[in-house]
Every structure is written in C-alpha cells, then in structure tokens.
C-alpha cells in the first residue's frame, strides 16, 4: 500500500512516523508549505514529498486529508480529478458534517472510481500518533479500517449518513470544551474571591473518580425532578457572576436552556412504562433516553 | 440547645430525623403552612410546633432558617426583633450572596445581641440528612459548627466576607448545572442522529474515573496552547447544533467565552516563572491559577 498525506503539518506527521514505525514503507505527502522544515520532518520518518497534488494521486493508493477545516474542501476539489480508480480518499479534518458530506459529493461527482472515507479524529493527534481513535463513516469507511488496522491505527466504523462520524465529534465537543468554558468562567469568579481551592474541592467530594459520560447520564437521569428548581438557580449563579463582574457567558445560555427544558417538562405527563424502555432493558438506565425523547417531541 | 426551624419542609424534616436519631431532643419548628402533613412530619421526629416565628424565638438558643431563596430575607426581618441575646441565626437558604449578607445586617441591627452565620448546603439534603456538607461564614460560623458537629453535622467554616459561602456554592453550581446543560444540549443533537451511545462512550473512554475538579483543572491547564483552535471548534460546534435545529443555547455562550479568552490571551507574554508559581511549588499544578489570574488582568 502507498500511502499519501495531504498537508503534512504537525497531525499527519505524527501519524507518519508512527506509521513509519509499524513498517509501512511507501509514504508520500504533499504539503502547499514548503522549505527546509518539511524537508526535514519528511526526512525523519522516510516520506517522500510530491510538488502537487496530481502527482500525489499518481502515487497513492490511499490518500489521507491532514489540512485545516476551511482547506478540506479546497483541496478534495482540486485532487479529485487526478485520483486513480480504486484509490481510497479520507478526510480527517474538523469540518462540519455538512462540509464532510459535501466533501464526499465531490469525490463521487468528479472522482467516481474513487471511494470516500469520512473521518473524525476523536483526541489530539501528537501524544498517540497513528493510534489517535479515530471514527469513519462513509463508502470507504471499512476499507479503511482494514487497510490501516493491521499497522496498529484505531477505527471505529460508523454506519448512518455521510458526516454521522463528524457529528458524533461535535456532539462530544460541546461537552469537553462547554465544560472547559463553564470552569473558566466559574474560576474566575472564584480565583477572585479567594475560593478557587474550595469550588475544587467540593467538586472532587461530590463527583469522585466519576467517568465523564456516566456523569452526564446521572445528571441527566434525576433531571426531571429538578428543572425549574436547577434553572432558577443557574439564573441566581449566572446574576451572581454578573454583580462580581465576570460577564455570564456561559451560564446565562445555560441557564436559558435549563429554563427551556423545565418549560417543557412542566405538564407533561410522566412517560409511560413503553416510553420508558426506550433506553433499554433496564427502564433505570433508560431515564435519560426518555427524557431526551419527550423533549425533542414536545 | 434547643434547636428551632423556620420552615419544616422536605430540607428542614430530614435533618431534624438525622438529629433527632443523634439524640438531639428539643427540636422546635414555625411553617407559615399548617395541616395534618405537616403535623405528620413533626410527629415523626419529635419536633414541636410552634404558632409564631416570635414564639419560636422565645424557645430556641439556634435558629436554622430553611424557607425559600425569595424568603430568606423577609423572614430575617419578621422574627430579628424576638430573637434573644446570645441566640445564633444561621441562615441555610440558597440565597444569592449579596442576600446573604443583607440577612447579616438585618441580624446585626435588629438583634444585636444575636449572631448570624451564612451558611451553603453543599449538596441535596434528603439522602444525606443531618449529614448533608454546610459551608459557613459570618461571624456565628465557628460557633455553629461547635454546636452542631457533636450531632454528626457537616460543618466547615470559611474565612472570607460574609456571603463567601454563597460564592462557593454559585461557583460550583456554575460548573455542575452548566454541565447538566451541556449534555442535555449534546445528547437533543446526539439522539435525534441515533448517536447518543457513541458520544456517552467515547467520552468516558476519554475521561474514565477522573475526578471533576480534577479534570477542570486538566482542561484549564492545557487552555492556553488550545484557545483559538478550540474557541473555533467550539463555534463550529454550535453552528452544527443550529444545523440541525438544536438552538445552540449553552454552546454559543461557550464559544464566547472561549473566543473572549483566545483574544486575551493572544499577544499575552508566557507567564514569568515568578507568575508560574502562583499556583503553588509545583508550577505545573499551578498552570491553570496563572491563567486565571492573567485573563482577570488583561
């Protein structure tokens, strides 16, 4: 197999050389960059570099997609011409599931012997390398998987609509990087009062060695019992955040959207014994799945 | 001790039980509500109801005040005049801090002779009763954890200005109901694609058994070399939210707060090694305190 970077920034070198590594020799990248660098870091893990993109199709069999989330599509739309049949194409790049699915539109339109895999990387590239999770989804997702596995890469394959893997990251960064914003703003107030220690302390007590997505279906499990009382208080923490001069950001969207959900719920009916097996088995684990649905019905 | 309530709802009756088992014996409570369940409630744990919230001033050496946040303050108004030398006054109502030190000078000036502490409870009272965690300051502080620890009360006591507590526990919230937030807004997205299982496993598979504070403080230790890209993804996020008819409500105050973050700090100097121990003697530990303190200078 000959393997081909778009775009060998820091990501898809880190991929190389792990790549490298497990014995995959013929490694090619093209990069719109170039200079003494590049050079440089191809060098280091055995990849030749190729001065456009046709000459890139030329030599790969399968080609990853390493640029930046605005380029994705730039760049699918210039190589698709070029990609040989049976040559896989893989977009890793953080885009929108939309570009992703536009992405693969392209290539079927302007490369239709081609096949196209859409990828979501799941963690940062550098500390794992080519074993950084990756999700894909798409025509080419499998082959995928069955190219790169055997050289220790990490693939989940997706079924759903072109861009599902796409949205799954997107859904888990509102999350991780919504609960990074949310302790910005709550140690900032707190760092100002001298409080930062506490808030933390208080956190760990109530929440120990807890893993983040059990976390999240607990809250969510014992939500309908507390809505409007949750979003009155969100609203009293977003005021209080306000009269120690750290502008809400934040908490004042999370407050709306508590009040949101506590709006909805209020009146509705407890779910039914059927609604409540949505989840599963177990109508316990399930809660949050109910929940979840009667609000989206409501 | 005679121990007195004003309002013995569903907060104030189990931890009356908690104490009551601990062999506390003169419990005494006012709720401006009457009636069989309440009478119920009292019987159940030995508690002796009282007509006026000035008679339950005539009774009590401890006054716990367990109403409503909306009246907190006016309850501190009606019975201050009664209350007699030497009785402390501990507020426990989810008031916001500047309530809470509002009560304090009603005490101060309409009972003189009385003593206040503001108090925080720290998490749901009903499965923990008696031993649900307080945070206290105000000058009562001390000696209501010394009055109330020999019964099996969670009491810590906290320097700072009155109201301190009330900080601590906002901040908290901030974090903990931004996060019930965030997931009801990720998993509305996650569900309607059929995606809810993958995001809830992927992010404990990211984040197994960590502790949540802890993590607040991994997140906001890496913040700095990840703003911009993340404030990015973070907008890219939410507009995927609005794609898919999810109003973006608590990320897009997220994206915001990151974005506000990526311009402060862009152009900021690396913090100097005397800043970097800001946070401690380790100065990696304190990587996320020097954050702090740079984005409330800039």
Known sequence: MRLGFIGFGEA??????GLAEEGLRELYAYDVVSGQ??????????????????ELAAQADLVLS??????????????????RVGTLYADLNSCAPRVKAEIGQVIA????????????????????RHRVPLVADGPGARRLREALEPYGMNIEVLEGPLGAAAILKMCRSVVLKGLEALFLEAL???????????????LNASFPKTSLGDLGVYLLDRHRLHAQRRADEMQEA????????????????????LRW?????TGLAAPSRAEAEVGGEDPQNGAYRVLLHQLSDA
């Open 12 to 17: 898809a070198s880190a991929i190389a050389a």
């Open 37 to 54: 660098a590049l050079a440089e870091r191809a060098a280091c893990c055995g990849v030749r570099l190729v001065a456009s993109l046709a």
């Open 66 to 83: 390493l640029v930046t989330a605005r380029g994705a599509l730039t760049v699918a739309r210039e190589i698709a011409p070029h990609l």
């Open 109 to 128: 339109r302007l490369a239709p012997g081609a096949c196209y895999a859409s990828v979501a990387v799941m963690s940062a590239v550098p500390p794992l």
């Open 188 to 202: 900032l107030a707190a760092e100002q009062e001298g409080l930062t220690e506490q808030v933390l302390t208080s």
């Open 238 to 257: 977003a005021e209080t955040l306000a009269s120690l001069a750290i502008d809400p950001l934040v908490s004042a969207g999370a407050a709306q959207r």
């Open 261 to 265: 959900s506590a709006e909805r719920l």
